[in-house]
């Protein structure tokens, strides 16, 4: 590792065929980056111990401190005789390998409190073991696999909170058989919404890329059962963010736009705009497995874990805006305990509805009407415990 103590900025020529330098931060040294993330670092939310029952230690354990292997083999749509493209070889240099050990080895030692949640991430076991316990075996994988496939879909131009927002009400409208609603009102902004809008969906935000990004793959997905997905970024998040009983991969990083502008691509890419978007299949191919192999590997963790980390160390240099350090499930449980205090009902209750698709998760209340709707429903259904 660098000398903490005197390291300079490294040099953006690590890379080959550098076009600009769009995001000069990520080339900060290693101390600094460290120090810089840890600065952001959020509190934890007491709703994941309240309706989770763990802590993020608990999550990091559970993960293996980042060496627990996946179940299942990454699954992507890589076309075949793909040899990587000219971005995948700028930045899969040995200098550049080296820059990113260098700034996670030193977020690992001096910051372990941001390091380990964000090794852990992905860890999504207790929403899976609570589903368990209100459903039988085999609908829980069901319905775990359904809110996580649907949820990872809401990814796309998306802060994670909006993503659970988003994701959450497509599931929801799913499970009730009403997803034809969603896909037709779901992407219209709060003004200008038409008197037929579903009032289910009030508090539901719009997003532009609807149509066309979320949306129409969801809808394929539950025609399907399959994802059908020429980008690697949201197949390898759903894979990414499974649990044991459903499969899940850490082999692969998940390839979205923060993670893209930290290994540099967004700054060997030729194009004059859109640099800073999330990977292609092709530039994608090789540079999986590069850092893999090349960063992950001499960090001693998993590739999954080694990208959660990354994503957190150099979010405030890309343009983070999710909560750092907060694990995906802390941030489900925090959106779930708001809704629920607004809604004046128990966020246990809350939280068992939004697993099994009878409601949606926001940072907004219901109307009168929906809630209403979603207090019928909790006692028809009940809560097997």
């Not at 029952?53 to 999550?59: A, F, K, P, Q």
Request: charged fraction near 20%; avoid cysteine; aromatic fraction near 6%.
């Amino acid at each position: 590792m660098l000398d903490a103590t005197a390291a300079a900025s490294v040099n953006p020529d690590v890379l080959i065929g550098r076009q600009r330098t769009a995001y000069p931060g990520i080339y900060k040294d290693p101390r600094t980056l460290a120090n810089e993330a840890a600065a952001r670092l959020a509190p934890e939310d007491p709703a994941l111990k309240q309706l989770f029952g763990v802590t993020r230690g608990d999550l990091y354990e559970i993960g293996g401190r980042g060496t627990r292997a996946g179940n299942v083999e990454p699954s992507i749509a890589i076309p075949k005789g793909a040899r990587g493209s000219y971005v995948s070889a700028g930045i899969g240099t040995p200098e550049n390998a080296q820059r990113l050990i260098d700034a996670n080895a030193e977020l690992m030692q001096r910051h372990p409190e941001l390091a380990q949640p964000m090794q852990s991430w992905y860890v999504m076991d207790p929403a899976y073991q609570r589903l368990a316990q209100l459903m039988d075996p085999a609908e829980a994988g069901a319905a775990y696999t359904r809110l996580n496939t649907l949820g990872s879909m809401a990814s796309p131009g998306s802060d994670v909170l909006t993503e659970i927002n988003r994701g959450t009400a497509a599931n929801m409208m799913a499970t009730r058989g009403q997803f034809p609603q969603f896909q037709r009102y779901g992407g219209m902004s709060v003004i200008g919404r038409p008197p037929e809008f579903p009032p289910e969906l009030a508090e539901v935000g719009g997003h532009p890329y609807h149509s066309t990004s979320q949306a129409g793959p969801m809808s394929r997905y539950l025609e399907t059962g399959r994802v059908e997905m020429q980008s690697p970024k949201v197949p390898l998040y759903i894979q990414a963010s499974g649990v044991p009983q459903t499969g899940f991969q850490t082999r692969l990083p998940v390839p979205d736009a923060h993670f893209t502008r930290a290994v540099g691509a967004a700054d060997v890419r030729r194009s004059a705009s859109d640099f800073g978007v999330s990977m292609t299949m092709p530039e994608y191919a090789q540079t999986g497995p590069w850092f893999r192999e090349n960063v992950a590997r001499p960090l001693g963790i998993e590739a999954v874990p080694a990208q959660g980390q990354t994503w957190g160390l150099y979010g405030p240099q890309t343009g983070v805006e999710t909560p750092i350090g907060a694990p995906k499930l802390e941030l489900l449980a925090g959106a779930i305990a708001r809704r629920a205090a607004k809604l004046g009902v128990p966020a246990e209750l809350l939280r068992d509805e939004v697993l099994k698709g009878g409601a949606h998760a926001t940072l907004a209340g219901l109307s009168a009407g929906g809630l209403g709707d979603l207090l019928l429903r909790m006692g028809q259904n009940g809560n097997r415990q």
